[in-house]
């Protein structure tokens, strides 16, 4: 009796042994596939950030090449504006050189002294060559700021944009002191030489008048 409970206590205990074997086998493996899955959790983490990372730095990108294109449509369309402008007012200036030149050889025609309008309006010439010329100036500097990478050269970008800005008061400048000078010089000149012209002409009808009373005398 005593022997078989001593087998059995010893089965007992074999099997007990083998099952906390077992146990602690299945623990580590536990721990092992845990640890697995932390490391595999961590790596999928530092995907992530690195992918919104990405995302970002795509979204930056995005936005200032729309922020370039933006600004390189802007100052085209500014150069197309002031070009079309610069066309506008050579063709205006133009026009008006040639009808002060026109209105010259009228009055000289008729025998009276346009000297001062002749001197007056080759200076009106010089002013209109340097408003020309500025605006000129002021379009090429504009054209220049495309020489430059928008986000690259940034600095140099708004420095040429800077020089060509400070053109443009020269040239709204010359244009109003041509206005001025015409209107204040030039304009005053042909309305005095056309008074002479009229005052000439009126001598003649009163002389023609005088004319025709003596004849009629004469018949009497």
Not at 14 to 30: E, I, P, Q, R, Y
Not at 50 to 79: F, G, L, M, P
Request: hydrophobic share 30%; glycine share 4%; aromatic share 4%.
């Amino acid at each position: 009796m005593n022997k078989k409970l001593l087998i059995v206590a010893v089965l007992c205990a074999s099997v007990g042994f083998a099952g906390l074997a077992l146990a602690d086998n299945d623990t580590k493996k536990t721990k092992e596939e845990r640890k697995e899955e932390v490391k595999q959790k961590i790596e999928e983490k530092k995907e992530k950030i690195e992918k919104k990372k990405e995302e970002r730095v795509e979204k930056r990108e995005e936005k200032r090449e729309k922020r370039c294109d933006n600004i390189e449509k802007r100052i085209q369309t500014r150069i197309n504006r002031y070009e079309n402008n610069h066309s506008r007012h050579v063709k205006i200036l133009d026009k008006l050189e040639a009808r002060l030149s026109k209105v010259t050889t009228f009055f000289e025609g008729k025998e009276l002294d346009a000297s001062q309008l002749k001197i007056d309006t080759a200076i009106l010439s010089t002013m209109i060559d340097d408003v020309v010329v500025t605006h000129k100036i002021f379009i090429d500097k504009l054209k220049e700021t495309k020489n430059y990478v928008c986000g690259e050269s940034e600095g140099d970008f708004k420095s040429q944009l800077g020089e060509a800005r400070k053109v443009l008061p020269e040239v709204k400048r010359g244009i109003e002191e041509i206005r001025t000078f015409y209107k204040d010089t030039i304009r005053p000149e042909i309305l005095d030489l056309r008074a002479q012209l009229e005052d000439e002409d009126d001598d003649n009808d009163d002389d023609d008048d005088n004319d025709d009373d003596d004849d009629d005398e004469k018949g009497e």
